[in-house]
């Protein structure tokens, strides 16, 4: 404490400890603005990441799918799938469509959820474009070709669409 005598009284100056109000008010009001801009950023890139695991997740099903129809033209007499009690063997000369509801289930079994909501599956079988976002449809017909088609929830080009064909 500073005491200044000034015409025979004392005045009393204390040292100054902490921060003003002001100060503080300051400080808060720019930590509430780089938060403001930290969660949108955030949430960009959140949804950025979505968008391209879904891409990913219908170029990996195009794949394996490609590979493992490919297994048949190279001499295999059955293709293997995973199901719920371990795995499964279909015969090579099926047509597709005699495969289609092993490779959902298989899909389902290695783990392909929807990005956008892992509490659903990724894959259904369905022949039209998926209208909920991180799905894919797929479907098979009688000639074995089979189609892939993706809803990624990209703002500009959401869906993806491929073909496979069994030989």
């Known amino acids: 404490m500073i005491i200044l005598i000034e015409n025979n009284h004392k005045i009393l100056k204390k040292k100054r400890k902490g921060f003003s109000l002001i100060e503080l008010l300051v400080v808060v009001a720019i930590i509430g603005v780089l938060a403001a801009v930290g969660v949108v950023a955030y949430n960009g890139f959140i949804a950025s990441a979505k968008e391209k695991s879904t891409a990913s997740n219908h170029a990996n099903i195009v794949k394996w799918l490609s590979a493992n129809f490919a297994k ?43 990005p956008h909501n892992p509490t659903e599956r990724a894959v259904y079988l369905d022949s039209k474009k998926p209208t909920v976002v991180g799905r894919t449809n797929f479907s098979c017909n009688n000639y074995n070709l089979c189609w892939i088609k993706t809803n990624t929830g990209a703002s500009s080009n959401n869906y993806l669409s491929s073909t496979v064909q069994k030989e």
């Open 72 to 114: 048949c033209s190279t001499g295999a007499t059955h293709l293997t799938y995973k199901y719920i009690h371990g795995t499964l063997k279909i015969p090579c000369h099926y047509q597709t469509k005699h495969h289609v509801k092993y490779i959902w289930d298989h899909l389902y079994y290695e783990g392909f959820m929807n």
